[in-house]
């Protein structure tokens, strides 16, 4: 597709099971991101991969957090073992621009629309 | 740490009112500086962005400039309209730190006949 595809776009689950979110980011796309949205507040920075490595992982909340990215492009975020306080909207962007020392970058995310998780 | 300070909603206003929402950011290298918009039922989108100190962003009759002296970002509109009504976030992209990209807690305008 021409965007950013997230899936599923809407997943209820119960305390203590795993969940995974993928986020198919837009093709040639050499950034992806994943945040954190809720309820009331703004978007919480999770982790970013450059290409298949992840520099920055230092917005995960906790160990029972993961992610991955294959071929540069899929991402899968992982949730294991829920809490009630994992509810939120999990928003995944991608970047072309890559920024680096000396380069401008436009630096412009493209979002998916979300996968909304309620833990009961 | 980087990070992004927004001014906190909601916030309603009269169609044609002026409307401004302040950002404010704390970053050690030389940022760029965007601002989102969230229409409902919708994902995040790019409203304007500037890259250096001075630059103006501008988008739909929306303006923000670039304020490295005050280290701010605010967002203007001279008359805003129904079709605003939006959450805005503030962001901020360090390309001499992988990149990093961090948003503020999000401004909901709401703009009333």
């Known amino acids: 597709g021409a965007g950013v595809s997230q899936s599923p776009s809407n997943k209820v689950t119960e305390k203590g099971k795993d969940v995974e979110l993928r986020c198919d980011p837009i093709?040639?796309?050499?950034?992806l991101y994943w945040y954190r949205q809720s309820l009331g507040q703004g978007l919480e920075f999770l982790i970013y991969?450059?290409?298949?490595?992840?520099?920055?992982k230092s917005g995960l909340p906790s160990d029972r957090f993961s992610a991955e990215r294959t071929g540069g492009s899929v991402s899968t975020l992982t949730i294991q073992r829920t809490q009630q306080e994992d509810s939120a909207v999990y928003l995944c962007?991608?970047?072309?621009?890559?920024?680096?020392?000396?380069?401008?970058?436009?630096?412009?995310?493209?979002f998916g629309e979300g996968s909304r998780l309620t833990v009961l | 740490g980087n990070s992004v300070t927004q001014m906190e909603g909601p916030v309603t206003l009269s169609e044609e009112a002026f409307l401004t929402i302040n950002c404010t950011y704390t970053?050690?290298?030389?940022?760029?500086l965007f601002w989102y918009v969230q229409y409902p039922g919708e994902g995040l989108q790019l409203l304007l962005k500037?890259?250096?100190?001075?630059d103006k962003g501008s988008n739909k009759g929306f303006e923000a400039t670039y304020r490295k002296e005050t280290t701010s970002f605010h967002l203007e509109k001279g008359s805003v309209q129904v079709s605003d009504s939006a959450v805005y976030f503030c962001?901020?992209?360090?390309?001499?730190?992988?990149?990093?990209?961090?948003f503020g807690a999000g401004t909901r305008l709401t703009v009333k006949p």
């Open positions: 991969f450059q290409g298949n490595s992840a520099p920055d």
């Open positions: 962007a991608s970047s072309l621009e890559m920024g680096a020392a000396g380069l401008e970058g436009t630096g412009e995310l493209f």
């Open positions: 970053a050690t290298g030389y940022p760029s």
């Open positions: 500037a890259t250096k100190a001075d």
């Open positions: 093709s040639g796309h050499t950034a």
């Open positions: 962001a901020l992209s360090d390309r001499w730190n992988n990149n990093d990209m961090r």
